[in-house]
């Protein structure tokens, strides 16, 4: 194999002192690893879900309103870890987020109404919502040092972790109780940021070299076309990050409640889905190598849409699993294409607002999800999904031409 090349951003410092450059690999590495620890510990608590509505006593639109508080809390943040990542760098910004998503991870065990359900979820949420955004500013960064669309393989480490930490929970669901587990999950995150988090701390994040305070600003604000293209992509990964969000916050309840699967295998589809997902990212470079970003979007799109239509609509467990899988592979690479095209316009910038705009589908899905399960059935809402998955197929489209580079 090639070595990788070596990041082209020098360590900061006055004249004389130290400028090498670090290695691509160490910190390529530790980002994966906070990807990854991101996916397992958000999938923890989604396959614990389905308990935490039992303890509480939710119905369906009770809880989509509660788990409102993640994509609510998520939003709120993200612009404003954008402009955290520009003034400190995205790489202390991430440790930082590291802490306090482990430790907000344990807070949901706690509560026993819907109200106290969703107050803390904001809190888990904006966690969550900021480690998504320092993660990507690095992540944009670095991809763009090495010259290679390597996005999809941070996104891949996201979900290896999310089907590592469902399957986890999956195995523990029948014997551990929601707050062991989620307390214990706690731990794990806390040690790898400990393990992790002094290789980031150690190489610089990859900031604009200091300018006028005009200049400055004018690095930051895109033009008005590139801020179209950003919030087209914001829009593409709107689409997906409902799919993604519905599944994660649905997908077990749909199995147990309307397949009646036993609540293991109901923890398992998401595994499943994210299993797909990441088989989909591992390949994401060399899909964009050949296909190109448009082809890849519309392909994904398309297949997204026919696998949760098997997956909401089948009659037995078995295959409204091969459709979550299905679906897994079809969104796999459109939401790392669109943050990082809006990376590549616009910096943390562009990362936040396309974030910002990609969660708000969570935001749109968990209460829209509820409320349509309970007016006509979980099924029918799921299908959903199929139609925003082909929306961003035909935004996808629509954008073959602002996606090529300027």
């Keep these: 194999m090639p070595q990788l090349n070596k990041l082209r951003t020098a360590l900061p410092g006055g004249p004389g002192g130290n400028t090498a450059p670090p290695s691509s690999t160490r910190l390529r590495t530790a980002l994966t690893v906070f990807f990854a620890l991101d996916g397992f510990l958000f999938a923890g608590w989604v396959v614990r879900i389905p308990a935490i509505k039992q303890q509480t006593g939710a119905s369906a639109s009770t809880l989509g309103l509660a788990l409102l508080g993640v994509s609510a809390g998520a939003v709120i943040t993200m612009m404003l870890t954008g402009r955290l990542c520009r003034r400190f760098g995205s790489h202390p910004v991430a440790v930082v987020c590291g802490v306090l998503l482990p430790l907000s991870i344990a807070l949901p065990a706690r509560t026993h109404s819907a109200l106290s359900l969703g107050l803390v979820l904001l809190v888990f949420g904006a966690a969550y919502g900021g480690m998504n955004v320092a993660m990507n500013s690095a992540a944009v960064d670095l991809v763009a040092a090495l010259r290679r669309p390597v996005m999809p393989s941070f996104h891949a480490a996201f979900s290896l972790g999310g089907m590592i930490g469902a399957g986890l929970g999956g195995l523990v669901a029948g014997g551990l109780s929601p707050s062991a587990h989620l307390l214990g999950l706690t731990g794990i995150g806390l040690l790898v940021t400990a393990f992790t988090g002094p290789v980031l701390l150690r190489y610089p994040s990859l900031k604009p070299a200091p300018a006028t305070a005009d200049g400055a600003e004018a690095a930051h604000r895109p033009s008005g076309r590139a801020g179209r293209v950003v919030l087209l992509f914001g829009v593409i990964a709107l ?12 997908g077990a309840l749909h199995l147990e409640q309307d397949l009646h699967a036993r609540p293991g295998v109901a923890a398992a589809g998401y595994s499943l889905f994210a299993l797909a997902m990441t ?17 890849t979007l519309v392909a994904g799109g398309g297949t997204a849409a026919a696998g949760m239509l098997l997956g909401s609509l089948a009659p037995t467990t078995w295959l409204a699993l091969l459709g979550f899988a299905v679906t897994g592979l079809g969104l796999a690479n459109i939401f790392p294409v669109a943050v990082g095209r809006a990376g590549e316009l616009a910096g943390p910038g562009g990362v936040a607002a396309a974030s910002t705009l990609g969660y708000g589908g969570m935001l749109l899905g968990p209460p829209a999800i509820g409320f349509l399960a309970d007016w006509f059935s979980l099924p029918v809402a799921l299908t959903t999904v199929a139609l925003l998955a082909l929306a961003a197929a035909a935004l996808g489209y629509g954008a073959r031409h602002a996606a090529s580079h300027e």
């Design 279 to 295: 088989a989909g990212r591992l390949t994401g470079t060399a899909l964009l190598e050949r296909l190109g970003q448009t082809r």
């Design 239 to 250: 689409c997906t990050a409902y799919g993604e969000g519905a599944l994660a916050d649905w």
